[in-house]
């Protein structure tokens, strides 16, 4: 067997099941999770209608590239988000369809870490899973670099030494951020680029949260847009990872994109065909009515502004907690050690929340997920009202 399985770390959720273990919660209070990132508002009606209608394209084998069509609606939903030069971005060149960001975000450091000179894969810390597996599996070390409260949880690229940089060759930015909602700026964004252009190193910028956002106004910035603003509209370097589960409230379609570096996608492309890992028609159908309607995620965003305004309302007299730049988590600090608050939480409240550190690994001396709860604003209004009225109660009684 492949050697670097061994080195994947039991998931987070098998470590909260474990800390849940022998515990019997309250009896008469229900049991509400706040402990998975998985969207629990309706999906569009119209994207199902089109998933049903669109049926009989399970007769073929789809192509690995997709259809045409489904890679312009991709392209057009770019260039009109991230204000590309609409010349800029060739459906034929720069976009491919994946099964959902999380097999992608996995599979691209395989098909692109040449495993000569001690690779390394650079990755937030706390971050997304998936990253950590994909540097093992593609034989690199991964490279963690913090985010902390200290820095408004957003990463510090500047200290990252040179050193770092001689090793890296791909580096995962993850904005809107999983666990921290933290957005990177368009300057750090840049400051990014310019250094992979000096470094040869490649940036998968992870921004599957980048729709659910708080003001309308104020959209997070991509790193494509980023590119494009300053001059590099072919894309050098730059990889994003899209995915309609969040946008569009569609985790189980398995729906996502990958956009970026001519070259690098053709390599992407290559590596896919061998993977076989295609998007069945008939979910390419209904992706391309989700990729060409706005109306639902705006309305898709409304409910989550209303989820934040609700429970801030309840819990920031009685803990640290604040809306975060964009997102569906809170990332509060915990007033004893995250594993005890959610053991705690669990027993007393019936609540199920991630402890910071099963996110997180010790990196420069810290481990920065700790005395950290993750909670995920996922379901209804008045589920997630419920819970906070509970985490208030359980608060008071610390
Ligand atoms: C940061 C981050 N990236 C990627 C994903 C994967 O999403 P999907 O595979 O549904 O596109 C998730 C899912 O929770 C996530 O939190």
């Known amino acids: 067997m492949n050697s670097d399985l061994k080195r994947l770390q039991p998931y ?26 998985e969207p629990r508002h309706a999906p569009p009606a119209f994207v199902l209608k089109e998933l ?46 994946v099964n959902g960001t999380r097999e992608a975000l996995f599979a691209f450091a395989q098909a692109m870490v040449n495993r ?11 971050f997304y899973q998936i990253y950590e597996g ?5 034989g690199a070390e991964p490279y963690f670099y913090n985010t902390t409260r200290d820095n408004n949880y957003l990463p510090d690229f500047e200290a990252i030494d040179d050193k770092t940089w001689q090793r890296c060759q791909v580096i995962y930015i993850c904005t809107p951020g999983n666990p921290t909602g933290a957005v990177i700026t368009k300057q750090q964004m840049q400051w990014l680029i310019n250094k992979a252009e000096e470094f040869d190193f490649i940036i998968a910028s992870d921004e599957c949260y980048s729709e659910i956002y ?35 409230n569609l985790p189980g379609l398995r729906s996502g994109f990958v956009a970026g570096d001519a070259s690098l996608m053709q390599g992407f492309l290559k590596y896919r065909t061998y993977h076989g890992c295609a998007m069945s028609g008939h979910h390419q159908h209904a992706s391309i009515c989700a990729w060409n309607d706005e109306q639902h995620v705006v309305d898709n ?47 007393e409240q019936n609540i199920t929340t991630l402890p910071g550190q ?9 481990n920065p997920g700790e005395n950290h709860i993750r909670m995920a604003l996922v379901a209804t209004l008045e589920e997630t009202t419920e819970a906070a009225e509970r985490i208030k109660h359980f608060l008071q009684t610390l």
């Open 214 to 248: 708080f003001d309308d106004n104020n959209p997070p910035c991509g790193l494509l847009e980023a590119a494009a603003e300053m001059g590099n509209t072919d894309y050098k370097r730059c990889v994003v990872f899209h995915s309609l589960s969040k946008r569009s």
């Open 301 to 347: 965003r409304s409910m989550y502004r209303q989820k934040f305004n609700t429970v801030l309302e309840i819990l920031s007299p009685h803990m640290d907690v604040k809306l975060p730049d964009a997102g569906f988590y809170l990332w509060p600090q915990t007033p004893i050690s995250d594993t005890a608050f959610a053991q705690k939480l669990f027993a």
């Open 358 to 366: 099963y996110l997180s690994r010790e990196a420069h001396g810290i």
């Open 134 to 138: 994909a540097a093992f599996l593609s």
């Open 12 to 37: 987070p959720f098998e470590k909260l099941a474990s800390l849940k273990q022998g515990i019997t919660p309250v009896k008469h209070l229900a049991h509400i999770a706040l402990s998975i990132g």
């Open 52 to 97: 049903a209608r669109s049926l009989d394209k399970i007769a073929s084998y789809p192509l690995t590239k997709g259809t045409l069509e489904l890679r312009q609606s991709i392209a057009n939903w770019l260039v009109q988000r991230f204000k590309l030069p609409a010349d800029s971005i060739d459906a034929e060149q720069h976009i491919l369809p």
């Open 116 to 126: 000569e000179n001690r690779p390394l894969v650079c990755m937030p810390n706390p």
